[in-house]
């Protein structure tokens, strides 16, 4: 599986935006997914985790409420929608491929990062 992200930006605190991951291969349906991301001088955090299923979710508690993840396997993407962002989003995006949704250790399979900006 390759990955490519895509659709970050420049935006203003409050506002919306919306990540794609564009997945090569035919066992894409086979890994969990998620979205990490790094802001500078921080360490890389997951954000949001998607089982292969699409059934189980995982979101860290500072985007709970306000990202949504999902997928469609048919298309082979994964997608990220935010809303409300914050300045504290600020962050290089990064989508990922893993064989346990619940893993951090296990995603090993890395996009191109997005970055993402938020002024307040």
């Known amino acids: 599986v390759q990955l490519q992200a895509s659709g970050g930006g420049s935006v203003q605190a409050g506002d919306s935006l919306l990540l794609s991951c564009a997945a090569s291969?035919?066992?894409?349906?086979?890994?969990?997914m998620a979205w990490f991301r790094q802001a500078p001088g921080k360490e890389r955090e997951r954000v949001a985790a998607?089982?292969?299923?699409?059934?189980?979710?995982y979101y860290a508690d500072s985007v709970k409420g306000r990202f949504t993840i999902s997928r469609d396997n048919a298309k082979n993407m994964v997608f990220l929608q935010m809303n409300s962002l914050k300045s504290e989003d600020t962050a290089v995006y990064y989508c990922?491929?893993?064989?346990?949704?619940?893993?951090?250790?296990?995603?090993?399979?890395w996009g191109q990062g997005t970055l993402v900006t938020v002024s307040s």
């Open positions: 990922a491929a893993g064989l346990i949704m619940a893993s951090v250790k296990s995603y090993d399979i």
């Open positions: 998607i089982s292969w299923s699409g059934n189980n979710k």
């Open positions: 291969g035919q066992t894409f349906s086979s890994y969990a």
